[in-house]
């Protein structure tokens, strides 16, 4: 029986939502004959187990003192061990900043192949095709492996979240017998800028707000949009430059790749780097007073109207519609 | 300190990519820039450099307009360069490239290795980490500051959100973030300079390596084809005024398309 091993990322104690993704995908194939096992760095939490156990045959927690704060290092020294003790086909994880941090030197450790950021997985194929986005997302590059194990990374967002009630599989809680020696770095301390925030890449619905904007102060208008829709708020390129918002909201080339279920672009002409990092979301609205902005050329919807009217009135209609 | 910058000439983010007929390949538009995340890495090293001394070298692997990279770090302020060019090691994915530039920083003796978080053509993101791990050294990913002292280095990066403070003896490898710096613009005498120099070439044979450890042949990864992304069908306009336009666009998120 050919296994897999699925790597938890924890967010608080919980799984992430792209582990989750990948535990959906990996109870699907339990029943195609494959073994799925999972591993969490860390003790795992009930409520990681309650969530965990029902896709998997087993889970192993590694349990460590040297992998209480993540480093490449230990972390990829932990999975290569782990996976030399169960001998998996494939490992899968997702690509988050930390599963693309760590995972490269698991490939070398391994003598490993990697496929990063991938968004789509043909396991029906042999050898099994992996499809991913290349030059900013304007072509896919489908890949396979030459040998095995070989680990795959997916982007958030990509696989969808439908785990259901099953037969708990085992829990392991085990040590992974590292030493401080094994790791170099030294993580001094982990401040929380955005405490509970849902980070963009995970997030269902995003509202990003370019230019257009005028000023900071009216994003309050975009946050309120997007609270009522359970997401977050997004920001281009320029709007981060001239900083209006964080970094860590920019969504493009130089900031973050996005595939939420909805895009809603205000403001914002889509110039390519911009448009790179939102393409493969899955239904894109823009609102934009000039009709000839490119993010028309991208987008499902548009509506050419000045943001200032057009989001305040979509606002009070969602809360009609949701009886809010 | 001595410091290697791993960079890369990639397709400018503005040229028209076309899959060829057969799916085999990619027909670029010849539009070229250095990777936007290997300048913040160039402009690191020179800033380092200004700061403690020693030398910052700029090494890239590829053929044709590769060395371009290498006359914009000479240009930027860089001391030294150095091309891999032998066919051999192209076509690589990320472990042969890595294994490639691994043994290149190997030459001679350094301190720091920094490279761009990950390139925008093939958007792997592997060489920083792989790198580090054929040579055994820590490394820190995405980061936005380094401060050098004493030995170590320590670095910030973002993760999931959240601010990571790292600490690491030298020598180590740091992909680099936006965020990090601003890339400096090349002075007139500086790109005199770049143009005119010689730029040294390392063989697979110098670096100890054989053909079927490198590109091709030493990948783990094979590109198959490539497809074109799924296209939209074409944006439908919401017509009406303000108010008009907005109850229609959500009563098509929710009844149509069913996002809300």
Known sequence: ?324 | MNIVVLAKQVPDPEAFVEIRGDGTGLEIEPKFATNLFDEFALEEALRIREKHGGKVKVVTLGGGKATEVLRTGIAMGADEALLLDDPAFFDGDGYATALALSRAIKKDPFDIVLCGKQATDDDRGEIGPMVAQFLNLPHVGGITKLEIADGKATAESPVEGNKAVVEVPLPAVFTTAKGLNEARVPLITGVMKAMKMQIPKATPSELGLSQEELGKAGSKVRIERYLPPKKRAGVRLITGDAAEAAAEAVRILVDETRVI
């Open chain 1, 1 to 324: 029986m050919e296994r897999l091993l699925i790597f938890v990322e924890t967010k608080g104690d919980r799984p992430r939502k792209v582990s989750m993704e990948l535990l959906s995908e990996g109870q699907k194939l339990r029943t195609q004959g494959y073994a799925v096992e999972a591993l969490v760095m860390g003790k795992a939490s009930e409520a990681l187990k309650q969530e965990v156990l029902p896709c998997v045959d087993r889970l192993v927690s590694l349990t460590d003192a040297v992998l209480q704060s993540y480093t490449a290092e230990g972390y990829a020294l932990a999975l290569a061990n782990h996976v030399r003790s169960i001998n998996p086909k494939l490992i899968l994880a997702g690509a988050t900043q930390i599963g693309r941090d760590f995972l490269p030197r698991v490939a070398v450790m391994l003598g490993a192949g990697i496929a990063s950021d991938a968004t789509e997985i043909r396991w029906k194929e042999d050898p099994v095709k992996i499809i991913r986005p290349v030059h900013g997302g304007r072509a896919l590059s489908q890949v396979s492996f030459l040998n095995y194990p070989a680990i795959i990374t997916t982007r958030p967002n990509s696989f969808p979240l439908e785990a259901q009630a099953g037969t708990p599989g085992e829990y392991v809680e085990k040590d992974a017998a590292m030493s401080v020696e094994d790791v170099k770095a030294k993580v001094v301390k982990v401040e929380e800028v955005t405490k509970g925030k849902v980070d963009v890449t995970e997030a269902d619905v995003i509202v990003t707000g370019g230019r257009g904007m005028k000023g900071p102060e009216n994003f309050v208008m975009l946050e309120e949009l997007a609270a009522l829709l359970g997401g977050v708020v997004g920001a281009t390129r320029s709007v981060v430059d001239a900083k209006w918002r964080d970094q860590q909201d920019q969504v493009g080339k130089s900031g973050k790749t996005v595939s939420p279920k909805l895009y809603i672009a205000v403001g914002l002409s889509g110039a390519i780097h911009h448009i790179m990092g939102m393409d493969t979301s899955k239904v894109i609205v823009a609102i934009n007073k000039d009709e000839k902005a490119n993010i028309f050329n991208y987008a499902d919807y548009g509506i050419v109207g000045d943001l200032f009217e057009v989001v305040p009135a979509m606002t009070q209609d969602i809360k009609k519609r949701l009886g809010k």
